[in-house]
């Protein structure tokens, strides 16, 4: 098992950025594919955007083109620079590790984080 813990959410207004991070330990790491997903009050957890292990990336049509993700494997850190937030970005954030394409929450086989929690006000 990986542990994960994210951090960097906050209230933004809209238009605003946030760089999301996400460290994980244990002995799992090389080779995986790291992906971030949101989850809003009543909703399901939805996939936002994943890194393979050489930097190949994937993003969700509602993020495509403003966020950003990113990994530094000596550090064992996965990152999510957002820009142009909007309200509808407002959610819980959580990162996660598995095999690529790791393109729904459904794939996850680690436990989850707490997550970090991104508020955008209108």
């Known amino acids: 098992q990986v542990q994960l813990a994210e951090s960097g959410g906050g209230l933004v207004q809209a238009g605003g950025s946030l760089r999301l991070s996400c460290a994980a330990s244990?002995?799992?790491?090389?080779?995986?594919?790291l992906a971030w997903f949101r989850q809003a009050p009543g909703k399901e957890r939805e996939f936002v955007a994943v890194i393979n292990w050489n930097g190949g990336t994937r993003y969700s049509d509602s993020v495509k083109g403003r966020f950003t993700i990113s990994r530094d494997n000596a550090e064992k850190t996965v990152y999510l620079q957002m820009n142009d937030l909007k309200p509808e970005d407002t959610a819980r954030y959580f990162c996660?590790?598995?095999?690529?394409?790791?393109?729904?929450?459904?794939?996850?086989?680690?436990?989850w984080g707490q997550g970090t929690q991104v508020t955008v006000s209108s």
């Open positions: 244990g002995r799992l790491f090389h080779g995986y594919a």
């Open positions: 996660n590790i598995g095999a690529w394409p790791l393109s729904g929450s459904r794939y996850v086989n680690n436990p």
